[in-house]
């Protein structure tokens, strides 16, 4: 679709996952959307075929995904449902063990990869006629006479009532428009490849945790279920000695570092390393403007959860913005202060409690101190044999 010169219902700026949703989404309630992306498509080809990046979905995602005609797109092979999670403390006994079956479910979450995932957006944000400009970065927003002016660096300029920014953990929208954040940095990477194992995986998510960070194993589809996303979380520097290792020093590292849970660690693909930072916005919203996605909260991986917050701001930016069309608003109206608060108060809360969930969890276990070392051993026992605490931590984690 060509760009217009009248103004648009909403502009969204950045087409991960989080923006080419909400644009579908806004689009299906029949509005006017632009979705504006830096980067050409560029998808990231491993050796064994699989992306490096890969999303723990939980059931609230899947059901969004679901809803807007996405999940059957992606393909089943580039989705791997998982019936199990074993979580354990690399520094002594605990142990915590969530089973799908005994919780009632037909599985806890899916692996899915992510550019599988962006391919499958993007045909569905072709057919409900989203305009997409890519690659086109904005390099300026301005507010003027109640609407959002973009310019681009492709020297295109958009008119829109309603900018939605989704561009990211580091936002370049969020900080030329003024947004107050919270955030610190970890001091800490993630390591992210695509891993073989001599065992298979059983469609069982794996997390060790370490006072140095933790290590997650994820299963990824495939018959002999031999292969696996590894996120594994260190400080900065031991990040860095790892990377300059050879694969074949690295797998040994990793084979000894995971317990060999699924026996050695026979191969891995192009290694990635990515800074973790923790970030909040204070606000999430102006006059014309909403935050969503990582530009509004980047948190910590252990749990997973950041596309899952993030989906569920599409999800209640989409019902913010379907009640005020049905109750006969205009597009032009959709800048409004008071309607964008809405969509704050619906999301900030359930986003700041899943955050110091997050902080708790990587304090607890990044600990030296033996009498906490001791203390949350022996509380993940008793955990683990808490199963209606267990039920109700599940029910959380899948987004209800
Ligand atoms: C190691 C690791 C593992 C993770 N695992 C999980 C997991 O298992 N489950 C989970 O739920 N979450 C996970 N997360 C979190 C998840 O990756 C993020 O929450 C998610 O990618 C955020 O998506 P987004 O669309 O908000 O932002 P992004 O994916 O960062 O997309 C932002 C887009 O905006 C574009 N952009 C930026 N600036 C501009 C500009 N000026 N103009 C135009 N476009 C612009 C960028 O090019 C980019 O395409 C993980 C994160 C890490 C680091």
Redesign the pocket.
Known sequence: MSISSEPYAVAV???????SAAALALAELGLSVVL????AAQPVVADSGYDP?????NGSSRQLLEQLGVWPLIGAGHITGYQTMKVWDGDGSGHVEFNAAQMGLAELGAIVEQQPLLDALQQRLAAAGVCVERP???VAAARREGVMQLQLANGRSIAAALLVA????QS??RERLGFATRSWSYGQD?I?TTLTTSRPHGATAYQRFTAHGPLAL?PLGGADQRHCSL?WSQSSAEAARLMALDDGDFCRELTLASEQTLGVVSGCDRRYR?A?TQRHAIDYVQPNVAL????AH?IH?LA?????L?FKDVAALATTVGQFIAAGGAPAGLGDAALLGRYQRRRQPDNLATMAAMEGLKRLFGSANPVLRLARNWGLNQFDRAELVKQWVVRAAAGE
Do not use: F
């Open positions: 700026v950045g087409a991960g996952v989080v923006g504006v992306e830096a980067r990046r890969v999303m723990a979905l086109a970065s904005v989704a561009d990211g953990a370049p929208l993630a992210i994820l996120v990515v973790l969503i996605g990582d530009a980047a991986p997973g959860q950041g596309v899952n993030g």
